[in-house]
């Protein structure tokens, strides 16, 4: 029974024993790796992944999932490519952009509440609907962006690079919502059990729905970040970021049961996490087939001890009759 | 508020006035066109709480479930202070001030106690912070239901580090903080210890004392009559004796709750019980489930297991069938020992389980009659080196079994089975089952939720795969059933059995007495019990 409690214990900071380790391996191999300006250099690569994981954990805080972000990331991309080479402006390109995000989320967030089919279902076939459309518009082909959209992503505010100010601002507004409103803890207890909390009178549908704008929302705010740090919309711009999404919150300690996760320092921890691996690997000049063979064992980790916790849960508090 | 004047109608002893809190009239309620309460009607008073007992299925949950807005009446009506009552959802319940706290109760593990207590609504910041959550407002309202119901505990405890007794006195405290003045407490000891229960009751009589009326349901008798100023004795759906506690003993409430016989009708049995043991069970234990249950089960023999919900009847069956671990003991069917885990391997050996659960766990409901019937015995109509599936030769085994169960001629083999009623799809369930010739079928509430007919036909089939050579076992929460249908009955309790009765010294009264159990034998695992004050 002890022996439990400890190894659930150990699983529930498992994010920060990761974090840790990574740290240190890395930091052994190469000294290079914790050279202060890589350290920020890290930070503000991951700002992007960071975002659309935050929009992720709300999904997955629901028990629910979000494979499309980085199609819609794509279309997003795709579209304000298109009207700033029309000559329209930034703002316009921006606004663009974030439109793209809403309306997509507001589609999944429609075909699961009001058609009731499966998240999973839904979001994958947005994931080919939103890929085939981005290709249609760009004609398969890369496309370069503007200097004034690059400029977005070198330029400082009070000496912050811009994306990390996004990363923080939007980081800070999801943990706010998440654990300082009603619609925050509500939605805690929709991933518990939706049906109970149906009956304590929440709103579970229009929150479910809520939640999968939100996250159309932030893939097109990390699409942004980005787009403006590549300076082009490639063919493969957003390419299965859903799953480094998912492993980000994952890791961070999100359940993909529902129900259990934070934004700070979960998610932002796992998102960062995986962004250090990548750069840890650069550094080490590793051979690049290696990198989708480390991402997947990532991804599997981060699953694995998810399942094993969940398992160790259930099984304390199996129902008990003597 | 002065008393409204009004009409009361049909009481049985006209002992309540005009300060009646709640009164019900002539309740009428039925599912799938089986009646499970007839004109029931009950008055109670402000302040007072009332005693509902009956056996299982007498009627008692489905007339909270009215009461608490989970289910509405056919017919009759509820007055609530005077006004009419007649809750919607659980929400119109509570904006009236009624409290139903489940047997199971509905709290979030993943919350913390002061979000589940105001988890529609919370104290929020008026001007600032864009109507977020309030913490400090939350945390002394919460902090002030706690008190009341004497919990020390701090508001920001997570829901799943409490005790069974601690989130009960949660759901107390929520009660409260809707300022209810009905509760309806259900089985609300079952889980909880000593020590938690006398700190129960100690609340409880607070709250009576503070005008707080309530409804109380349990099996535990003394308790009932420690608690209750007015007992309300349910069998079959009617009530059949009301009154002051004073009116009431324990032997009292026992007999109207069984009541004169059913007129039920059961097929004759013509074998009696061989000697060979075709099922042998020593000394199985699962801590926390079942302990120390050994029994044999004969060839040609009905064996029954009875018990309260809860007792771990079901919990023993999905042992036996695999479902579920089991630390110690062993298993034999046949003289061959069963493996501990998994009923792959026992469905090979003879075994056959019809779940209480049909919908979920006995049927295929989208899949056609014939899908479903095939299921198990798939393996059996296979021939040729490539092991193909024999088409002619099943659908005419099929044809048989659906003749030989007595499923109606106009279902068509291919429809799909969720298009069937209740007692059409217990029969698919059962010949699924015949269809691998058990040597041993337990049967864990057969006849639940269809009609007489389809109970009889389910017998019929029990009585002649028993003649045939099976052993057979019966899980049922009417004791009717039991008695009518085994040669043998095992009284469960608390995850032992308790008691067995032989078949013609059935006596119902014994029966329950031995699945009530005496409150002051009850045992609890020392894991349960912690944390609440003295």
Redesign the interface.
């Given at each position: 029974?002890n022996g439990r409690r400890l190894l659930l214990m150990l699983l529930n900071q498992v994010s920060w024993l990761l974090f840790a380790s990574v740290l240190i391996v890395f930091g052994i191999l190469s000294p290079r790796f914790l050279d202060g300006a890589n350290l920020v250099n890290i930070l503000i690569q991951s700002s992007s992944l960071a975002i659309v994981a935050t929009g992720m954990t709300f999904v997955l805080l629901t028990a629910g999932v979000d494979l499309s972000v980085g199609a819609i990331m794509f279309v997003a991309a795709a579209f304000a490519g298109k009207l700033m080479l029309a000559g329209f402006s930034l703002s316009t390109a921006l606004i663009g952009m974030m439109s793209v995000g809403l309306v997509f989320g507001a589609v999944n967030g429609f075909l699961v509440t009001r058609l009731r089919i499966v998240a999973f279902i839904v979001t994958l076939a947005m994931l080919y609907l939103g890929r085939g459309l981005g290709l249609w518009i760009t004609q398969t082909r890369a496309m370069n962006l503007p200097e004034s959209f690059l400029h977005l992503g070198s330029s400082r505010i009070l000496g912050v690079p811009i994306p990390l100010l996004l990363f923080t601002g939007t980081v800070a507004v999801a943990h706010?919502i998440l654990a300082?409103?009603?619609f925050g803890?509500?939605l805690?207890?929709i991933?518990?059990?939706a049906e109970?909390?149906r009956?304590?009178?929440?709103h579970t549908r229009l929150w479910l729905f809520s939640v999968y704008v939100i996250s159309g929302l932030c893939a097109a705010l990390g699409g942004i970040v980005s787009l403006a740090q590549l300076g082009a919309v490639s063919p493969t711009f957003g390419q299965q970021r859903e799953f480094s999404a998912i492993a980000a919150a994952v890791l961070g300690g999100t359940s993909l049961f529902g129900?259990?996760g934070k934004v700070f320092p979960g998610t932002v921890l796992g998102a960062v996490l995986i962004q250090m691996v990548e750069n840890g690997l650069v550094i080490l000049n590793a051979n690049p087939y290696l990198y989708p063979l480390i991402t997947s064992a990532i991804i599997f980790m981060a699953v694995l001890i998810d399942c094993a916790r969940y398992e160790l849960?259930a099984r304390m508090?199996?129902r008990?009759?003597? | 508020m002065s008393p409204p004047a009004l009409s009361v109608p049909v009481q049985r002893k006209g002992e309540s006035s005009g300060e009646d809190l709640l009164i019900l009239s002539q309740l009428n309620k039925s599912f799938f066109g089986n009646p499970v309460l007839k004109d029931v009607s009950l008055a109670l008073g402000r302040g007072q709480t009332l005693g509902l007992v009956g056996e299982n299925g007498a009627g008692k949950s489905t007339l909270m479930n009215i009461l608490g807005g989970n289910f509405q009446a056919d017919s009759g009506t509820m007055t609530l202070m005077g006004k009419p009552y007649a809750p919607r959802n659980p929400q119109d319940a509570s904006a009236r001030g009624i409290a139903f706290i489940h047997q199971e109760l509905n709290l979030f593990g993943n919350l913390s106690i002061g979000e589940n207590l105001f988890l529609t609504a919370f104290p929020r910041h008026r001007f600032y912070w864009g109507g977020s959550i309030d913490r400090r407002s939350l945390r002394k309202r919460t902090q002030a239901l706690l008190e009341r119901v004497g919990l020390d505990l701090a508001p920001d405890t997570l829901v799943s580090q409490l005790s069974p007794g601690e989130r009960q006195l949660v759901e107390i405290a929520k009660a409260l903080s809707i300022d209810a003045q009905l509760i309806i407490f259900d089985e609300p000891t079952t889980s909880l210890t000593v020590r938690e229960c006398e700190h129960l009751f100690r609340l409880l009589r607070q709250l009576q004392s503070s005008g707080i009326a309530a409804v109380y349901i349990s099996h535990v008798l003394q308790d009932v009559l420690q608690m209750s100023n007015r007992i309300a004795v349910l069998r079959d759906g009617q009530v059949v004796g009301e009154g002051p506690t004073g009116n009431f003993k324990i032997d009292r409430m026992v007999s109207l709750m069984v009541g004169r016989n059913l007129s039920q009708f059961y097929p004759e049995k013509q074998v009696q019980p061989s000697r060979d043991v075709v099922l042998e069970a020593r000394r199985l234990s699962q801590s926390g489930i079942i302990a120390d249950i050994s029994f044999q089960l004969h060839r040609h023999e009905i064996l029954g297991i009875g018990g309260l919900m809860g007792s771990g009847r079901t919990e023993l069956a999905r042992i036996l069938f695999g479902l579920e671990p089991c630390e110690a003991g062993t298993l034999e069917l046949l003289g061959k020992p069963l493996r501990r885990h998994g009923p792959r391997s026992r469905i090979k050996q003879g075994l056959a389980f019809l779940s209480e659960n049909r919908r979920d766990e006995g049927l295929c409901p989208t899949a056609s009659i014939r899908d479903n019937m095939a299921l198990v015995s798939l393996e059996k109509h296979v021939g040729g080196p490539l092991g193909v599936l024999r088409q002619k030769r099943l659908d005419s085994v099929l044809k048989d079994m659906a003749k030989a169960v007595g499923l109606s001629a106009r279902s068509q083999m291919t429809g799909a089975v969720n298009q069937l009623s209740g007692g059409n799809q217990q029969k698919i369930v059962l010949a699924k089952w015949l269809l691998n010739a058990p040597a041993v079928f337990i049967l864990d509430e057969p006849t639940r939720g269809i009609d007489v007919g389809a109970k009889y036909e389910v017998y019929r089939l029990m009585v002649n795969l028993a003649a045939a050579g099976a052993g057979v076992i019966l899980i049922s929460s009417e004791v009717e059933e039991l008695m009518g249908m085994c040669d043998r009955i095992l009284v469960m309790a608390n995850g032992e059995i308790h008691d067995e009765l032989c078949r013609p010294h059935f006596d119902r009264e014994r029966f329950l007495r031995a699945a009530l159990m005496d409150p002051i034998q009850r045992v609890t695992s020392p894991s349960v019990d912690k944390g609440l004050p003295r």
């Open positions: 029974m706010w300082r409103t009603p803890r509500q805690y207890a991933g518990q059990d109970a909390a009956k304590a009178g929440v129900g259990r849960m508090n199996r008990r009759i003597r | -």
